[in-house]
């Protein structure tokens, strides 16, 4: 007798929320910052076609590991960058990227981050790329500071100098997904003006499944 297994409506739903998620949080980071050096390649072919060559190599790159991160995705891992660098060079990786395209610059200050469960891990970088897309596509910001901290909990800061933004609202895909990922890990999120005039956002992570666990 051929037995047929359905998932229950209420899984199915949680599954797909979550795949369009990271689809969201990965690519959608990786795809606006190819978008970005692609315009400024197309700029730079008329004036400087040596260095549109050099960045167009480097999209060509960026291209595959977008693709690397489709297929980690769909296989459940989790991001290519942080597989292959850790938490701290992953986002210092993913600003490199940016500056390249993009003329606000982002500072990281990393102290003393020791090596980290996986979930967390991945709730800080996906908090992080999705908040630095956000000073990049709608603030205005000439500058930008990450910051990340250990002290038994995991800090993690975004701030910029941009146009600011409604303290802890804002119903957007984006916004959504960084308070999920932080909730998800027992955290806390949230987003608030900051003392530059811009917008600050902070998430604490803790660890519950202890310094160095997956």
């Known amino acids: 007798m051929r037995r047929e297994f359905i998932v229950p409506t209420d899984a ?6 979550r795949l369009l998620r990271d689809l969201h949080d990965g690519l959608g980071p990786s795809l606006a910052a190819i978008a970005l050096g692609l315009r400024a390649a197309r700029h730079l072919a008329v004036h400087d076609p040596g260095s ?3 960045l167009l190599a480097r999209l060509e790159e960026e291209v595959h590991t977008a ?16 597989a292959r660098l850790g938490l701290a060079d992953a986002v210092r990786a993913h600003v490199a990227a940016l500056a390249d395209r993009h ?3 982002v500072d990281v200050q990393c102290a003393d981050v020791p090596d980290l469960p996986v979930s967390v891990q991945v709730a800080a970088y996906r908090i992080i790329c999705e908040a630095l897309t956000n000073v990049v596509r709608h603030a205005g ?15 993690v800061e975004v701030v910029d100098d941009g146009c600011g933004a409604v303290p802890n609202g804002g119903d957007g895909v984006g916004l959504n997904s960084m308070r999920e990922r932080a909730l998800e890990v027992g ?3 949230r987003m608030e003006h900051a003392d530059t005039g811009g917008t600050r956002i902070e ?4 660890l519950a499944g202890g ?3 997956g």
Do not use: M
């Open 67 to 82: 693709v690397t991160e489709i297929r980690r995705l769909a296989s459940g891992a989790y991001p290519a960058a942080l």
């Open 52 to 54: 549109a060559g050099l």
């Open 141 to 155: 910001a000439r500058h930008c500071t990450v910051r990340l901290r250990f002290d038994g909990c995991l800090h």
């Open 203 to 206: 998430a604490d992570l803790p």
């Open 103 to 105: 003329p606000v610059r």
């Open 211 to 213: 310094v160095g666990t």
């Open 187 to 189: 955290g806390t999120w």
């Open 12 to 17: 199915a739903d949680e599954a797909r929320r």
